[in-house]
């Protein structure tokens, strides 16, 4: 009977090392897959509603930077076909009003073939320090996410096999979704400084120029009389 026990123990031992092997060799090789991404050229999905990394100090409330002299970078689509650019007036646009935008376009176009871009992130922390509370004592605590969208700014940009008329009932909805006015734009189309759009006769120098150079005779005529 002896030998028999032995044996046993033997097998049970032998068999329960390849199951402990198969989970060390598993959770290694999980281990390394999240921290090494091994083999692939296609970068990390990171989300365009929050930044990778917080802020290192508390960001004030600011406003849209506009470059010296004028800028028509970011009012034209680049990747797409059909975009959507704000039209009003420069603000401030929270994550979740931009999430709302994005699900709803996502929504209205369920099914069909498509790439949705977007072109802006929120990277601006907003800071709220509560109702009926005394001034100073700091900014308070962290309440969300926002991004500071400028005037005449592609927000939303699409690429597929879409209809211009089911692209503009998907921007539309998102437009009704988030605060502010939105205009439909289609690739090609002009680019805008400030409010205006450029194109024809308006030039970007023309825009640039501080005011119009008036003959001498003109402002000679314009000016009051001295008696």
């Known amino acids: 009977m002896k030998p028999l026990l032995l044996c046993d123990a033997l097998l049970s031992r032998l068999t329960s090392l390849p199951l402990q092997f198969s989970l060390t060799s598993c959770s290694h090789s999980s281990r390394s897959s999240l921290s090494c991404r091994a083999f692939s050229t296609t970068s990390p999905a990171f989300s ?53 935008g994005e699900d709803t ?65 998907a921007f539309r909805l998102a437009a009704n979704k ?4 939105y205009e439909f734009v289609k690739k090609g189309d002009p680019p805008v400084m400030g409010i205006t759009k450029l194109g024809g006769d308006i030039t970007l120098d023309e825009v640039r120029r501080p005011r119009l150079e008036l003959p001498a005779e003109d402002t000679a005529d314009r000016l009051p009389g001295s008696t």
């Open 178 to 181: 988030m605060p502010g006015l």
């Open 48 to 100: 365009w509603l929050q930044p990778k990394a917080g802020e290192a100090k508390k960001t004030r409330k600011g406003r849209p930077r506009v470059p010296t002299g004028g800028s028509t970078r970011g009012t034209t689509v680049v990747w797409g076909d059909y975009g959507l650019r704000m039209r009003d007036h420069h603000r401030r646009v929270s994550a979740a009003q931009l999430k709302n």
């Open 105 to 169: 376009i996502r929504k209205r176009l369920r099914g069909m073939k498509y790439r949705l871009y977007m072109r802006i992130c929120a990277n601006i922390g907003v800071y709220t320090s509560g109702n009926e509370s005394r001034m100073g004592k700091g900014k308070g605590s962290f309440d969300y996410w926002a991004s500071r969208v400028a005037v005449s700014k592609i927000i939303f940009e699409l690429k597929g096999d879409l209809h211009e008329k089911v692209a503009r009932e």
